[in-house]
């Protein structure tokens, strides 16, 4: 596999690996890709959602001289960013939204329910419908996924690897460019 260059790799992966519709998780080998992503995904579902939601400022805005916001809301993924293990949150766990008044998420691996500061929120947790191809490696992921950025410059032979190996079952799979 290695000897064969990543683009034709790529190509026939496409062939063998998609799917239509929605996906429950999507993966980017670029954190600008991730956050482009996320927040198209947050605007879609929000415009969905019809009652009151919880808008916060997101810290996660590397090198850009603009505020964004994203709005919580029950169903939301949140990934955690935490130094060491904090509140109970691990660095790189996913959290769902549970409620916005007050502020409780649901961890995703050990199903319990802690209520947030909105505050911590902004410094700590992280929209994570999309997330970076580093972060998943060793989970596995339940439900579609679906692989962007795989014509990056970064995106290697290892990469395809691991991308294609987070999803349960290869009808679950999808890459995109």
């Excluded at 709005?71 to 660095?91: E, H, I, S, T």
């Excluded at 911590?120 to 998943?136: K, N």
């Excluded at 596995?140 to 679906?146: A, D, F, I, Q």
């Excluded at 795989?150 to 990469?159: D, P």
Aim: with cysteine; hydrophobic share 35%; glycine share 4%.
């Amino acid at each position: 596999m290695e000897d064969t260059p990543i683009a034709e790799l790529v190509q026939e992966a496409r062939s063998e690996f998609s799917f239509e519709g929605a996906a429950d998780w999507e993966l980017a080998i670029s954190d600008a890709k991730r956050r482009k992503i996320c927040l198209a995904n947050n605007a879609q579902q929000r415009a969905k959602y019809k009652r009151e939601v919880l808008t916060i400022p997101t810290a996660d805005v590397q090198g850009e001289d603009r505020e964004q916001t994203i709005d919580l809301f029950p169903g939301v993924m949140l990934q955690a960013k935490v130094r060491l293990k904090q509140d109970g949150f691990v660095n790189g766990s996913f959290h769902e939204v549970v409620s916005t008044s007050p502020l409780q998420v649901r961890d995703v691996d050990d199903e319990q329910t802690r209520e947030v500061d909105p505050a911590w929120a902004t410094e700590h947790l992280f929209l994570a419908s999309c997330v970076t191809q580093s972060s998943v490696q060793g989970r596995t992921l339940r439900g579609k996924v679906r692989v962007h950025d795989c014509g990056h410059r970064h995106f290697t032979h290892r990469s395809l690897r691991v991308c294609l190996s987070r999803a349960q079952h290869h009808a679950c799979l999808d890459l995109r460019e």
